[in-house]
């Protein structure tokens, strides 16, 4: 969603009890103003299309509502939106049968399961220790499959910037557990 289609659909939000009015406008600026902090913060915790989803759905629930404070109704609906996705997850983790679940541990092999364990706490520990925008950097690239053209647009920096990050975190993660 653009700005431009935001202020569309907010050419019929109405006035809250003070009179203020959030005509499109306003609303396009804070989509500009918001909108990036927004996907950050969906960024660090979810996919890329999932956290442009959420944004737009965050602009959305603003229309359905005046806010005097808009940028911080944005982000109580932004929380609002993690917490219904974990409860979401955690519906459906409750909702898999015993029999599969059952299954699934009878066929994993103890000491490939122990070795696994072992190389997931040491890839932690050392994430643990790089700089957070580093391992964001490094988790987005590696975990979601982002290019680095889509992670320097996401944190406003250039390319070459991202690869050298993500360079850095590489060699720190060998140095520290081995190749992976």
Known sequence: MKPSDLAEEAAGAGDDA???RLDGSRLAA???????????????RMPVDEAEDLVQESFRRLLGHVAVRP???????????????????????????IETVGRQIADVDPHRLL????????????????????????????IEGMSYAEIAAAYGMSEKGVEKQFVKAMVHLRRRVGEL
């Open 30 to 44: 804070l989509y500009l103003t918001e909108g990036k902090a927004l996907g950050r913060y969906f960024l660090r």
């Open 115 to 142: 070795e696994a364990r072992d190389t997931l706490a040491r890839v932690d520990r050392a994430l643990d220790a790089l700089h957070p925008k580093t391992r964001n950097i490094f988790l987005l690239r590696r």
């Open 71 to 97: 940028g911080a109704f944005l982000n109580r609906v932004a929380r609002n939106l993690m917490l219904e996705r974990r409860r979401t997850a955690t519906r459906r983790v409750e909702t898999t049968p």
């Open 18 to 20: 003070r009179g203020l």
